[in-house]
């Protein structure tokens, strides 16, 4: 593991010169490969949380040890980074044209980053890797096409969208909208040999498709090592079903003569990615098919009986222990993390996934512990489990509050943006307060927060409102409100109008306040509304309900200064028009109210009838109705004549408003 968070920042080249020197020196088998690789990696993770920082760093590098090779290396590895980012994980239909257009010029940056690198160490190996991965996504690029087949070397590079649309986006990697002649000079005069080698040789004698340029890399590198299993490793993860390819021609490449320079054992590495696609789920949802449950549990354990090295065993483990936990086998799940636990990194969700597992076990083994210590500098996630579980004691973990601040301050430095409650390593361990008392995680909770975590801070909002500290609670909501939490924005504005409603505070000061707290109501509006059409959710919808009715609250309630009742009116009367009956039942009191100067009883009954005529049966209705129709003769026969105005008239909210 390398600490490029660390080092990077702090300039520590010889650090790092010693660390990726020993690592290239080692990767001569199967693990001394991964773990080169994973350093490789690694500054893929780090680009993703340091951005334009990171390039800025490896020039510097590059500029103090001019005879490195590494920092060439990981530029390669940079540029991948930022390709990922913009080309997304979304299916090819929904990529938009401007990240189109953004994964096409840093995969021209790569190109040349790789190019250039080559040029200087026809051995880094590594970095054909990340070559593959955008030759699979969006294959190669024309003009380096050319100067391959051709040999006609570029003069300048092509802009692959308007700048008008791109060159913000592009400004975050450090990548220009049009690289132009500059960029071209710095590459030199001829592919380096390895590229123009026996791997040329035989692309020329294939058809020009996706499929020969893949394995025209994959033999570039075999050129660099003849074992870079790694690289082959890649090769067949994009010969899955998914990415246009088959089982069956997965495993027939593992038997084919390009694969004979491998063992036994490595060949296995090779057709596990056949086997464990067989077994993995890309559905989650199919798994709620008992049958399929049951199938996929067997073929994990027919796998188990495959020979494979002991990484990927644990692998498949892992994946069995999510099944059994599907399953409701929580004793079977713990029984398969025990294997996994020590050999196996963990992705974020695999991190999720564990600490449920875990909190929903009898015996709280010592195995998420060792989940957390293999992960806690690979990611966010990791770090905030490791932190936890110094801070707390649990899980074989030793006690260290001290060092856990320092894990709970890195796991948010880690994380890309710490306001996104999705990417929050604080929110991923939300089960734990699901079984244990708040205060063992309310130094998480506080720390995280002090840093800028929005969950932590909503999580310290919620402790604090429990415990009945109300200016306490409202300091860490408006933190997270600030941050873009819609449900800490909400909570600011109900919370803050309780002493007005209590009469602990009035006049000017009570205007003031009500003034506030409405202006963080109408934020988590527009947020909650943005949140819930980009992603859905019942939770969302609900919160949505809840914000919506606030403004009814201050509108029919007495309490509220007069301003604050005014303001909300014309967002009332827009959820109304829209057919919310809560609100209409607002409006009905607010315009029947002999008392206030905005009384308007025809807008009153008006809004009754709306009212009935959606949901005669709402129990609110009669309050509003009884205090419009009155009790006396005239009053009524007042209501009687509004009734039918409005009936004539046109019912507002209502899709067919004629009766």
Same mark, same amino acid.
């Given at each position: 593991?390398?600490?490029?968070?660390?080092?990077?920042?702090? /300039?520590?080249?010889?650090?790092?010169e010693r660390t990726l020197t020993a690592l290239r020196e080692g990767a001569h088998d199967g693990e001394g490969q991964q773990n080169y690789v994973s350093a490789y990696h690694e500054f893929s993770a780090y680009t993703a949380r340091s951005g334009h920082a990171a390039l800025d760093q490896l020039r510097q590098w590059q500029a103090d040890r001019p005879d490195? @090779?590494?920092?060439?290396?990981?530029?390669?590895?940079?540029?991948?980074?930022?390709?990922?980012?913009?080309?997304?994980?979304?299916?090819?239909?929904?990529?938009?044209?401007?990240?189109?257009?953004?994964?096409?010029?840093?995969?021209?940056?790569?190109? *040349?980053?790789?190019?250039?690198?080559?040029?200087?160490?026809?051995?880094?190996?590594?970095?054909?890797?990340?070559?593959?991965?955008?030759?699979?996504?969006?294959?190669?690029?024309?003009?380096?096409?050319?100067?391959?087949?051709?040999?006609?070397?570029?003069?300048?590079?092509?802009?692959?969208?308007?700048?008008?649309?791109?060159?913000?986006?592009?400004?975050?990697?450090?990548?220009?909208?049009?690289?132009?002649?500059?960029?071209?000079?710095?590459?030199?005069?001829?592919?380096?040999?390895?590229?123009?080698?026996?791997?040329?040789?035989?692309?020329?004698? !294939?058809?020009?498709?996706?499929?020969?340029?893949?394995?025209?890399?994959?033999?570039? $590198?075999?050129?660099?090592?003849?074992?870079?299993?790694?690289?082959?490793?890649?090769?067949?993860?994009?010969?899955?079903?998914?990415?246009?390819?088959?089982?069956?021609?997965?495993?027939? &490449?593992?038997?084919?003569?390009?694969?004979?320079?491998?063992?036994? #054992?490595?060949?296995?590495?090779?057709?596990?990615?056949?086997?464990?696609?067989?077994?993995?789920?890309?559905?989650?949802? !199919?798994?709620?098919?008992?049958?399929?449950?049951?199938?996929?549990?067997?073929?994990?354990?027919?796998?188990?009986? /495959?020979?494979?090295?002991? #990484?990927?065993?644990?692998?498949?483990?892992?994946?069995?222990?999510?099944?059994?936990?599907?399953?409701? /086998?929580?004793?079977?799940?713990?029984?398969?993390?025990?294997?996994?636990?020590?050999?196996?990194?963990?992705?974020?969700? =695999?991190?999720?996934?564990?600490?449920?597992?875990?909190?929903? +076990?009898?015996?709280?083994?010592?195995?998420?512990?060792?989940?957390?210590?293999?992960?806690?500098?690979?990611?966010?996630?990791?770090?905030?489990?490791?932190?936890?579980?110094?801070?707390?004691?649990?899980?074989?973990?030793?006690?260290?509050?001290?060092?856990? =601040?320092?894990?709970?301050?890195?796991?948010?430095?880690?994380?890309?943006?710490?306001?996104?409650?999705?990417? +929050?390593?604080?929110?991923?361990?939300? +089960? &734990? $307060?699901?079984?244990?008392?708040?205060?063992?995680?309310?130094?998480?909770?506080?720390? %995280?927060?002090?840093?800028?975590?929005?969950?932590?801070?909503?999580? *310290?909002?919620?402790? &604090?409102?429990?415990?009945?500290?109300?200016?306490? $609670?409202?300091?860490?909501?408006?933190?997270?409100?600030?941050?873009?939490?819609?449900?800490?924005?909400?909570?600011?504005?109900?919370?803050?109008?309780?002493?007005?409603?209590?009469?602990?505070?009035?006049?000017?000061?009570?205007?003031?306040?009500?003034?506030? %707290?409405?202006?963080?109501?109408?934020?988590?509006?527009?947020?909650?509304?943005?949140?819930?059409?980009? +992603?859905?959710?019942?939770?969302? =919808?609900?919160?949505?309900?809840?914000?919506?009715?606030?403004?009814?609250?201050?509108?029919?309630?007495?309490?509220?200064?007069?301003?604050?009742?005014?303001?909300?009116?014309?967002?009332?009367?827009? &959820? %109304?028009? =829209?057919?919310?009956? #809560?609100?209409?039942?607002?409006?009905?009191?607010?315009?029947?109210?002999?008392?206030?100067?905005?009384?308007?009883?025809?807008?009153?009954? /008006?809004?009754?009838?709306?009212? @009935?005529?959606?949901?005669?049966? #709402?129990?609110?209705?009669?309050?509003?109705?009884?205090?419009?129709?009155?009790?006396?003769?005239?009053?009524?026969?007042?209501?009687?004549?509004?009734? @039918?105005?409005?009936?004539?008239?046109?019912?507002?909210?209502?899709?067919?408003?004629?009766?």
């Amino acid at each position: 593991m390398i600490d490029y968070d660390t080092c990077m920042p702090q /300039r520590r080249w010889d650090d790092l010169e010693r660390t990726l020197t020993a690592l290239r020196e080692g990767a001569h088998d199967g693990e001394g490969q991964q773990n080169y690789v994973s350093a490789y990696h690694e500054f893929s993770a780090y680009t993703a949380r340091s951005g334009h920082a990171a390039l800025d760093q490896l020039r510097q590098w590059q500029a103090d040890r001019p005879d490195s @090779r590494f920092p060439a290396l990981l530029e390669v590895a940079y540029w991948a980074s930022w390709f990922e980012r913009y080309r997304g994980s979304d299916t090819a239909d929904q990529v938009t044209p401007a990240m189109w257009a953004c994964a096409h010029t840093v995969q021209d940056a790569l190109f *040349c980053a790789l190019i250039k690198l080559l040029a200087r160490d026809p051995t880094a190996w590594p970095a054909i890797i990340s070559v593959i991965y955008t030759v699979a996504a969006i294959g190669e690029p024309d003009w380096w096409q050319r100067w391959l087949r051709d040999d006609a070397r570029p003069d300048t590079l092509p802009s692959h969208g308007r700048a008008s649309d791109i060159s913000e986006a592009l400004a975050q990697s450090g990548a220009a909208v049009v690289p132009g002649q500059q960029h071209c000079r710095s590459l030199p005069s001829l592919l380096p040999q390895v590229l123009r080698g026996d791997a040329l040789a035989w692309r020329r004698q !294939q058809s020009n498709d996706g499929h020969a340029a893949l394995e025209y890399w994959l033999r570039v $590198a075999f050129a660099m090592d003849p074992l870079a299993v790694e690289v082959a490793c890649t090769y067949i993860s994009f010969r899955m079903p998914r990415w246009g390819g088959s089982w069956e021609e997965m495993l027939a &490449f593992v038997d084919s003569p390009l694969c004979e320079r491998f063992d036994e #054992n490595d060949r296995n590495v090779l057709r596990f990615f056949a086997w464990f696609d067989e077994l993995e789920v890309d559905d989650s949802s !199919q798994l709620e098919d008992p049958r399929v449950l049951k199938h996929h549990l067997r073929l994990g354990k027919q796998l188990l009986q /495959r020979p494979l090295p002991q #990484n990927l065993r644990g692998r498949v483990h892992k994946y069995l222990a999510y099944l059994e936990a599907r399953n409701d /086998r929580i004793d079977a799940a713990c029984a398969h993390y025990v294997i996994s636990a020590p050999l196996n990194h963990y992705q974020d969700w =695999e991190i999720i996934r564990s600490v449920s597992t875990w909190c929903a +076990s009898g015996d709280k083994g010592i195995w998420l512990g060792q989940i957390a210590e293999v992960n806690r500098l690979e990611h966010a996630h990791g770090a905030a489990l490791y932190g936890l579980l110094c801070q707390t004691g649990w899980a074989g973990v030793a006690r260290n509050p001290e060092v856990a =601040e320092g894990w709970f301050e890195r796991a948010v430095k880690m994380t890309a943006d710490p306001t996104d409650v999705a990417l +929050s390593p604080i929110n991923a361990m939300a +089960s &734990f $307060a699901d079984h244990f008392e708040s205060e063992a995680l309310l130094p998480m909770w506080l720390k %995280a927060a002090g840093h800028g975590d929005a969950s932590a801070q909503f999580c *310290c909002g919620n402790y &604090f409102e429990l415990g009945t500290d109300r200016p306490q $609670a409202l300091k860490y909501f408006r933190l997270a409100a600030d941050n873009n939490h819609e449900v800490a924005m909400y909570n600011v504005a109900s919370l803050s109008l309780i002493p007005v409603r209590d009469g602990e505070i009035t006049g000017a000061q009570a205007q003031t306040v009500a003034t506030q %707290a409405l202006d963080y109501l109408d934020r988590a509006l527009a947020r909650t509304e943005q949140v819930l059409e980009s +992603s859905y959710s019942e939770f969302t =919808e609900g919160q949505l309900d809840a914000v919506k009715d606030l403004y009814g609250t201050v509108l029919h309630s007495d309490w509220p200064p007069l301003s604050a009742r005014r303001r909300v009116v014309p967002q009332l009367l827009k &959820f %109304a028009h =829209e057919g919310r009956i #809560n609100a209409m039942i607002s409006l009905a009191w607010w315009y029947g109210d002999k008392n206030l100067p905005d009384y308007q009883h025809l807008e009153a009954v /008006r809004w009754i009838e709306a009212a @009935r005529h959606t949901d005669p049966d #709402n129990e609110y209705l009669e309050g509003a109705r009884a205090l419009v129709e009155g009790d006396s003769f005239w009053s009524r026969l007042k209501f009687g004549f509004a009734q @039918r105005k409005a009936k004539r008239e046109g019912l507002p909210g209502q899709a067919d408003t004629m009766l």
